[in-house]
C-alpha cells in the first residue's frame, strides 16, 4: 500500500544552525500535508500545512517546501533553538471511505546541542 | 478551549482486564480519530468518526477492541481482554472538517501486564 515516510530517524543541529527534514510521500492524489511535532510525553502538535496547489509556505522560522514531481516534502527551520528538540512527523491525507484521513510518517527526530 | 481531552493519562492493568479510555474532542469539531503509537509501528490509526458515526474502523486490530461516540463531546476506546501486546500510547484527535489540521490530545499511556 501507499504510505508516507521520512529518509532520516535522527537529526543532530547546532544551536542556532538551519535544519531540514526531509518527508516522501507516494500517494499522488494526496493534496493536503501537515506537520506535527511531537515532544516527549505529549500528543503530536500542528505546525504548518500545505495544500497541493502550493509548492512552499511559511511561517514564524518555519518553511515547508512541497514537491510535487518527486512527492517529497520537507520542513525547514530557521536558527534551530534547543526547544526544537523534537520528533517531526509529516502526514498527509488520504482518501479512506469517502473521508481524508491523517495518515502519518515513522518520524524525524531533531537534537539541538546548546 | 482546552484542547482534546483525554483520559486517563496513564494506565497499568493486568492481561485480561478490561481497559476504557476516554476522550473529549475540542467543541464544534466534528471529526474524531483514536490513534495508538508505539516505537516499532508509530502513529497508526485505529477508528475514524465524522458526525458520531464511524466511518472508517479498518485499523482495529482485532474484535478485542470497540469505538464509541455516543454524543458530539465524547468518545471511548474500549480493550476487553486487554494483552501485553495492547501496551501503547493511545492518541485522540479531533479536527473541525476535511482539509484541515487534526488537533491530538496528550495521550494515554497504556501498559498491560
Known amino acids: 500500500g501507499e504510505s508516507v515516510g521520512l529518509h532520516l530517524p535522527t537529526l543532530s543541529v547546532q544551536e542556532g544552525d538551519n535544519s531540514i527534514i526531509n518527508c516522501a510521500y507516494s500517494?499522488?492524489?494526496?493534496?493536503?500535508f501537515i506537520w506535527y511535532k511531537q515532544e516527549s510525553g505529549k500528543g503530536p502538535q500542528f505546525i504548518i500545512d500545505?495544500?497541493?496547489?502550493?509548492d512552499k509556505r511559511q511561517g514564524q522560522r518555519v518553511t515547508v517546501l512541497l514537491n510535487k514531481t518527486v512527492k517529497h516534502l520537507s520542513l525547514q527551520i530557521a536558527a534551530t533553538q534547543p526547544g526544537d528538540s523534537a520528533v517531526y512527523f509529516c502526514?498527509?491525507?488520504?482518501?479512506?471511505?469517502?473521508?481524508?484521513?491523517?495518515?502519518f510518517g515513522r518520524g524525524t527526530s531533531l537534537i539541538v546541542h546548546p | 478551549d482546552a484542547g482534546v481531552i483525554q483520559s486517563p493519562r496513564h494506565e497499568v492493568t493486568e492481561m485480561g482486564q478490561e481497559v476504557t479510555l476516554r476522550c473529549k474532542p475540542i467543541?464544534?469539531?466534528?471529526?474524531l480519530f483514536w490513534y495508538r503509537q508505539t516505537m516499532m509501528r508509530g502513529l497508526e490509526l485505529l477508528i475514524y468518526?465524522?458526525?458520531?458515526?464511524?466511518?472508517?474502523d479498518s485499523g482495529m486490530p482485532e474484535d478485542r477492541f470497540s469505538a464509541k461516540m455516543p454524543n458530539a463531546s465524547f468518545s471511548t476506546l474500549k480493550i476487553q481482554p486487554s494483552e501485553p501486546r495492547d501496551s501503547a500510547v493511545y492518541f485522540c484527535?479531533?479536527?473541525?472538517?476535511?482539509?484541515?489540521?487534526?488537533?491530538f490530545g496528550q495521550g494515554t499511556r497504556l501498559t498491560v501486564v
Open positions: 467543541s464544534g469539531h466534528n471529526s
Open positions: 500517494n499522488s492524489a494526496s493534496d493536503y
Open positions: 500545505i495544500r497541493s496547489n502550493m
Open positions: 502526514a498527509e491525507n488520504i482518501a479512506s471511505g469517502g473521508s481524508y484521513i491523517p495518515t
Open positions: 468518526f465524522n458526525n458520531n458515526v464511524p466511518i472508517d
Open positions: 484527535a479531533s479536527r473541525v472538517g476535511e482539509g484541515t489540521e487534526a488537533f
